[in-house]
């Protein structure tokens, strides 16, 4: 049997998510990782879709971060992440995946693509031969990503609405004193709000992959203010807590 492949982009935090569920099930897999517009190839090649994080196993590709969760659930030997007496985990993990994740990566992405060039030595993981064509592109890769991920005036200010909005909501969930977000012990829920925060928040447990030392200026504002709130300390101790990286393949 083939150890299963994850085609990421390594910095990602939908690639994260699934790398973390992986590795806290003792999953043994091998990580390719690629720059944004070269791992949809890898993926169709895979899978038949053009999105990251897909795993690719001898019984078929998976290639959607939830869907990885659950497969690491029937495949792993941790815990679950959604134990069938809370039902709600399934509902809170899917509002975080659909409405929390695509606007901390927007609100990212707007402080970083006006300095991807000077940004890209940083990047790790990924083929050499994509950090040489990302670097000579760098403007033509970011105005793509822009109007891929919707990155403009109206875009930036309708997920700052919407982080804040999960935010309060969380720290609301948090004020009755709770260790987690459904029950006592850690799920999905968990693992999929702090593992999507990661953008917002930078743990350091993502220095290998998520190197934010010196952020620019507006996003580290972003990052203080998201930090100071009591769902982003949440994010931060999910990862302190419950991150253990196990030793995976990276190509």
Same mark, same amino acid.
């Given at each position: 049997?083939?150890?299963?492949?994850?085609?990421?982009?390594?910095?990602?935090?939908?690639?994260?998510?699934?790398?973390?569920?992986?590795?806290?099930?003792?999953?043994?897999?091998?990580?390719?990782?690629?720059?944004?517009?070269?791992?949809?190839?890898?993926?169709?090649?895979?899978?038949?879709?053009?999105?990251?994080?897909?795993?690719?196993?001898?019984?078929?590709?998976?290639?959607?971060?939830?869907?990885?969760?659950?497969?690491?659930?029937?495949?792993?030997? #941790? &815990?679950?992440?959604? =134990? *069938? !007496? %809370?039902? $709600? +985990?399934?509902?809170?993990?899917?509002?975080?995946?659909?409405?929390?994740?695509?606007?901390?990566?927007?609100?990212?992405?707007?402080?970083?693509?006006?300095?991807?060039?000077?940004?890209?030595?940083?990047?790790?993981?990924?083929?050499?031969?994509?950090?040489?064509?990302?670097?000579?592109?760098?403007?033509?890769?970011?105005?793509?990503?822009?109007?891929?991920?919707?990155?403009?005036?109206?875009?930036?200010?309708?997920?700052?609405?919407?982080?804040?909005?999960?935010?309060?909501?969380?720290?609301?969930?948090?004020?009755?004193?709770?260790?987690?977000?459904?029950?006592?012990?850690?799920?999905?829920?968990?693992?999929?709000?702090?593992?999507?925060? #990661? &953008?917002?928040?930078? =743990? *350091? !447990? %993502?220095? $290998? +992959?998520?190197?934010?030392?010196?952020?620019?200026?507006?996003?580290?504002?972003?990052?203080?203010?998201?930090?100071?709130?009591?769902?982003?300390?949440?994010?931060?101790?999910?990862?302190?807590?419950?991150?253990?990286?196990?030793?995976?393949?990276?190509?």
């Amino acid at each position: 049997m083939a150890m299963p492949r994850l085609i990421t982009i390594p910095f990602s935090h939908y690639c994260d998510k699934a790398r973390w569920a992986l590795d806290r099930a003792g999953v043994a897999y091998v990580e390719e990782g690629h720059l944004p517009m070269f791992a949809w190839l890898p993926a169709l090649r895979a899978g038949r879709h053009r999105t990251v994080p897909t795993l690719a196993t001898d019984a078929g590709a998976v290639p959607d971060s939830t869907e990885i969760l659950r497969w690491c659930d029937r495949h792993g030997d #941790a &815990p679950p992440l959604f =134990p *069938p !007496e %809370l039902p $709600e +985990v399934a509902e809170l993990e899917e509002r975080f995946d659909r409405r929390w994740g695509p606007h901390t990566r927007r609100l990212a992405y707007h402080h970083l693509l006006p300095v991807l060039r000077a940004r890209i030595g940083g990047f790790r993981g990924v083929p050499p031969r994509e950090l040489a064509i990302t670097r000579a592109l760098a403007p033509a890769v970011a105005a793509m990503m822009r109007r891929g991920l919707g990155i403009d005036e109206a875009g930036v200010a309708r997920s700052t609405e919407r982080v804040a909005e999960i935010l309060a909501d969380v720290d609301a969930r948090l004020a009755d004193g709770r260790r987690y977000l459904c029950g006592d012990r850690f799920t999905a829920a968990d693992l999929t709000f702090a593992a999507l925060a #990661a &953008p917002l928040v930078h =743990p *350091p !447990e %993502l220095d $290998e +992959v998520m190197p934010m030392a010196d952020p620019p200026p507006g996003l580290a504002t972003l990052r203080d203010r998201v930090r100071a709130t009591a769902a982003g300390a949440f994010a931060l101790r999910m990862y302190a807590q419950h991150r253990a990286w196990r030793g995976s393949h990276r190509s």
